[in-house]
Nanobody, 117 residues
Framework: QVQLQESGPGLVKPSQTLSLTCTVS??????????WVWIRQPPGKGLEWMGT??????YYRPSLKSRTSISRDTAKNQFTLQLNSVTPEDTAVYYC??????????WGQGTRVTVSS
């Protein structure tokens, strides 16, 4: 069974870097069949795709591209989100997700991050 689990701080101060890790079990992140995604949901708003990493690279939401980086640790079967220079507008529930063809088929439970001083 495929499982994804987010981990990281629940509180980050403005201007700092948010770093979240997704640990994947039941599937390898070293695959051309799937991509690995970060999605967030700010309070009272809809889901927002942040970026995707795959075997040969990564691509990001244009509005977040200058502040976002997604990387992989294949030895640990993890992928990590870094979001720089956070503001209170980055407060959200953050999800890591596996993406197949045209479908997000497995989601982590989500981790709530608050940006506040």
């Amino acid at each position: 069974q495929v499982q994804l689990q987010e981990s990281g701080p629940g509180l980050v101060k403005p201007s700092q870097t948010l770093s979240l890790t997704c640990t994947v079990s039941g599937a390898s992140i070293i695959t051309n069949d799937y991509r690995w995604v970060w999605i967030r949901q700010p309070p009272g708003k809809g889901l927002e795709w942040m970026g995707t990493i795959f075997t040969t690279g990564a691509y990001y939401r244009p509005s977040l591209k200058s502040r976002t980086s997604i990387s992989r640790d294949t030895a640990k079967n993890q992928f990590t989100l870094q979001l720089n220079s956070v503001t209170p507008e980055d407060t959200a529930v953050y999800y890591c997700v596996r993406a197949g063809n045209w479908v997000y088929d497995y989601w982590g439970q989500g981790t709530r991050v608050t940006v506040s001083s």
